[in-house]
């Protein structure tokens, strides 16, 4: 079992930046690939960033790809999504996700999943 515990969101106007951090606890972190999903009221589940279990590769959304930038710290068992030029329709609850498999930008393949964190983007 791996818990997973959000921090960071908030509401922000367009053009403005938050930072998302993702505290892992249970089996060992370095085992997962990490991602961050979306989702909106009314809309289905979104893809936004993964990492592999190295830190080395990275993969994102077209929507969020130039803005977002995902990292993560295997020593603090941590995940992070910095999130730079929001705007409206970034507007979502962020989950954080953990995937056996690595790194993939399907939300099917992640086994473990934080509470979520509402960001909000005001225009």
């Known amino acids: 079992q791996v818990q997973l515990v959000e921090s960071g969101g908030g509401s922000v106007q367009a053009g403005g930046s938050l930072r998302l951090s993702c505290a892992a606890s249970?089996?060992?972190?370095?085992?997962?690939?990490m991602g961050w999903i979306r989702q909106a009221p009314g809309k289905e589940r979104e893809f936004v960033a993964a990492?592999?279990?190295?830190?080395?590769?990275?993969q994102y959304s077209d929507s969020v790809k130039g803005r977002f930038t995902i990292s993560r710290d295997n020593a603090k068992n941590t995940v992070y999504l910095q999130m730079n030029s929001l705007k409206p329709d970034d507007t979502a609850v962020y989950y954080c996700?953990?995937?056996?498999?690595?790194?993939?930008?399907?939300?099917?393949?992640?086994?473990?999943w934080g509470q979520g964190t509402q960001v909000t983007v005001s225009s």
């Open positions: 996700a953990a995937s056996s498999l690595g790194i993939s930008s399907n939300y099917k393949h992640y086994d473990y």
């Open positions: 249970g089996r060992t972190f370095s085992y997962y690939g």
């Open positions: 990492i592999r279990q190295s830190g080395i590769n990275t």
